[in-house]
């Protein structure tokens, strides 16, 4: 899928996420689309695929990377999935207590030889990248990063 088009349709979840109604049909030109919110989890599906966001819209045990013990999901926008015809990619974010040097060091230790793509820390912000099988169509995509006190650690995974 590309990146445009998911963000387009991401758009169109986040926007109707703030209705009250549980589920709606739109009818366009193109087919028809319909919107489901179900307490904080909003699916928008149609003949080109569908997107879930929110809690419970990702299987954390399907990103394709290990997650951080004690990490915390975001219960609003903790996590997107898109599924098309030409495959599917998921999202989800977690915040933690613990310093970044130490879930840093964790992911060093978990992930595969030679994933670190990059390592940067400079005034006091820290940021780290991980990416598995970066020739394949089977990716995965651990961001680290410093932010305010807490460290985030963002997986991604597509295929």
């Not at 964790?106 to 820390?121: C, I, L």
């Not at 400079?122 to 020739?135: K, P, R, V």
Request: hydrophobic letters at 35%; a neutral charge; charged letters at 15%.
């Amino acid at each position: 899928m590309r990146l445009p088009t998911a963000l387009c349709l991401f758009s169109i979840v986040a926007l109707t996420a703030c209705g009250s109604q549980k589920s709606t049909t739109y009818s366009t030109g193109n087919g028809t689309a319909t919107v489901t919110k179900n307490g904080n989890t909003t699916t928008y599906e149609s003949k080109e695929g569908k997107i879930t966001a929110g809690q419970g819209a990702v299987d954390v045990a399907k990103l394709g990377a290990p997650l951080y013990p004690g990490a915390a999901q975001s219960a609003d926008n903790g996590s997107v999935s898109v599924t098309t015809s030409s495959g599917s990619s998921a999202m989800a974010s977690f915040t933690t207590n613990d310093s970044f040097d130490k879930v840093y060091a964790w992911y060093q230790a978990k992930m595969p030889k030679g994933s670190e793509k990059m390592h940067v820390s400079q005034s006091g912000a820290s940021i780290a990248e991980f990416l598995t099988a970066e020739n394949t169509a089977d990716q995965t995509l651990v961001m680290v990063s410093s932010k305010e006190n807490q460290t985030q650690i963002v997986i991604t995974h597509g295929k």
